[in-house]
């Protein structure tokens, strides 16, 4: 009888989530100026896009909120053409993103990659930006919101997988089966409150410029607390890093523009 073949030693694996805490602002309202000279989204939009940036910045969106930018999100996409807003954002993503990466996040990012850890972004933004970014930084993997395209090439309006709360949680504990990785070896960096049960999931979690409720609960429960301060253009930082192609940037689609317009809805309600 053959002896079994051995089986792999799990991998540890670093999980960050994406706007306040490997960027320094919300990833969806970046695009509020570009969407407004393709057309999609008028003056008035972008004032409040620039509002909704200070609010986010200021405290956070609470689970409320959030759910009130997700059914948003949901009919506002409706019909758009996904091809149009991949060229918007495929003509930006580079310059928008790039200057708002935290040094102190790629440098977090780096010491994982040479620690042998899989790098993987979970982010509520559409997998169309996320994407791209996550090559931008050498992520390994990403986890983010899907939505559905018709065979028009539109969005219906349906969200396929919403990366948020608990959900996240989830697709992390997928993933880790997926790829054999040990969770308890494993860390997660996340600013708000809403995480909680994704930095649950692994046995070093850690609270990034985190909000008021966040930072709380890691207080009660003895998480490491981290501030990055300090946005740097990753092209000055490590310039041997090429700006990525215009096919794979093209990949930033309609959940980037979706969520910003949704942002706006919910902070011009709220005033």
Same mark, same amino acid.
């Given at each position: 009888?053959?002896?079994?073949?051995?089986?792999?030693?799990?991998?540890?694996?670093?999980?960050?989530?994406?706007?306040?805490?490997?960027?320094?602002?919300?990833?969806?309202?970046?695009?509020?100026?570009? !969407? /407004?000279?393709? &057309?999609?989204?008028?003056?008035? $939009?972008?004032?409040?896009? +620039?509002?909704?940036?200070?609010?986010? @910045?200021?405290?956070?969106?609470?689970?409320?909120?959030?759910?009130?930018?997700?059914?948003?999100?949901?009919?506002?996409?409706?019909?758009?053409?996904?091809?149009?807003?991949?060229?918007?954002?495929?003509?930006?993503?580079?310059?928008?993103?790039?200057?708002?990466?935290?040094?102190?996040?790629?440098?977090?990012?780096?010491?994982?990659?040479?620690?042998?850890?899989?790098?993987?972004?979970?982010?509520?933004?559409?997998?169309?930006?996320?994407?791209?970014?996550?090559?931008?930084?050498?992520?390994?993997?990403?986890?983010?919101?899907?939505?559905?395209?018709?065979?028009?090439?539109?969005?219906?309006?349906?969200?396929? !997988? /919403?990366?948020? &709360?608990?959900?996240?949680?989830? $697709?992390?504990?997928?993933? +880790?089966?997926?790829?054999?990785?040990? @969770?308890?070896?494993?860390?997660?960096?996340?600013?708000?409150?809403?995480?909680?049960?994704?930095?649950?999931?692994?046995?070093?979690?850690?609270?990034?410029?985190?909000?008021?409720?966040?930072?709380?609960?890691?207080?009660?429960?003895?998480?490491?607390?981290?501030?990055?301060?300090?946005?740097?253009?990753?092209?000055?930082?490590?310039?041997?890093?090429?700006?990525?192609?215009?096919?794979?940037?093209?990949?930033?689609?309609?959940?980037?523009?979706?969520?910003?317009?949704?942002?706006?809805?919910?902070?011009?309600?709220?005033?």
């Amino acid at each position: 009888m053959s002896a079994s073949l051995p089986q792999p030693v799990p991998r540890a694996a670093a999980f960050f989530d994406l706007d306040k805490t490997v960027i320094a602002k919300s990833s969806a309202l970046a695009f509020s100026r570009p !969407f /407004y000279r393709g &057309g999609l989204i008028n003056r008035r $939009a972008v004032l409040r896009s +620039a509002y909704a940036q200070f609010v986010y @910045l200021a405290g956070g969106a609470d689970a409320d909120q959030m759910e009130r930018m997700r059914k948003y999100l949901s009919s506002l996409c409706v019909g758009w053409d996904v091809a149009q807003v991949r060229e918007i954002i495929g003509e930006t993503l580079h310059d928008l993103i790039d200057p708002l990466i935290y040094d102190e996040a790629a440098e977090l990012l780096e010491q994982h990659r040479l620690a042998g850890r899989d790098v993987v972004l979970v982010s509520t933004s559409g997998s169309e930006i996320v994407e791209p970014i996550g090559e931008m930084l050498g992520a390994d993997h990403v986890i983010a919101t899907r939505m559905a395209v018709g065979d028009d090439g539109r969005y219906t309006g349906e969200i396929g !997988f /919403y990366a948020y &709360g608990e959900h996240k949680a989830t $697709a992390i504990r997928e993933f +880790a089966e997926r790829h054999n990785i040990d @969770l308890e070896r494993s860390y997660a960096y996340s600013d708000s409150e809403t995480d909680v049960p994704m930095l649950e999931t692994v046995g070093h979690p850690h609270a990034v410029n985190p909000d008021r409720a966040l930072r709380k609960e890691a207080g009660t429960r003895g998480w490491p607390v981290l501030v990055f301060s300090k946005p740097v253009s990753m092209r000055s930082r490590m310039p041997s890093i090429p700006k990525p192609s215009r096919s794979v940037v093209a990949a930033t689609a309609v959940a980037a523009g979706a969520a910003a317009a949704a942002a706006v809805l919910w902070v011009s309600r709220r005033a």
